[in-house]
C-alpha cells in the first residue's frame, strides 16, 4: 500500500528543506581583515526587544560570517525574560549581505543560532 502525505506534512518538510539551505548555525569566527570594509562596530542607540528577548543598546564588535551575512557579538548577554526572572544568552545582531540595513537579532538557544525579529528600523551606526 503506497504511503500518502497530507498537505500539512508535505508543507512541514518543504519548510525544513528551505530554511536548512538559508544559512549556518555554526557562522565561522572571521578575522577583522575579512570583514566588511568600515563595518567592525555595529552601534545601537537604544535598547530594542523581539518578544521576550531584551537587547542592550551599546557597541556590537563584528564576530563571524556566514554566506547570507555578518554577525556582531552584543556588548553584554541578552536577557530573556521568563516568569521567574531572567536567562541570560550569548548572541547579537544579524547583518545581512545582500542588503547592509536589514538588521535582526540572534541568541545562541541550546548549541543553536536562531535569527529574531525585525530591527531594521532602530537607530544605528556602523564605525570603523
Not at 523581539?50 to 563584528?62: D, I, N, S, W
Request: glycine share 10%; charged share 20%.
Amino acid at each position: 500500500m503506497p504511503v500518502r502525505l497530507g498537505p500539512q506534512l508535505l508543507n512541514v518538510l518543504l519548510a525544513f528543506l528551505l530554511f536548512g539551505c538559508a544559512g549556518s548555525s555554526h557562522p565561522r569566527v572571521i578575522p577583522p581583515s575579512e570583514g566588511p570594509p568600515n563595518r567592525q562596530y555595529l552601534e545601537l542607540y537604544s535598547d530594542v526587544h523581539a518578544a521576550t528577548l531584551h537587547f542592550p543598546a551599546g557597541v556590537y564588535t563584528l564576530n563571524a560570517a556566514d554566506k547570507i551575512g555578518y554577525y556582531y557579538r552584543a556588548p553584554r548577554k541578552i536577557a530573556e525574560h521568563i516568569g521567574a526572572g531572567s536567562v541570560w544568552r550569548n548572541g547579537g545582531i544579524f547583518v545581512s549581505k545582500r542588503n547592509p540595513e536589514k538588521l535582526r537579532g540572534y541568541v545562541y538557544r541550546a548549541g543553536a543560532l536562531t535569527h529574531v525579529g525585525n530591527f531594521s528600523r532602530t537607530k544605528h551606526e556602523f564605525h570603523d
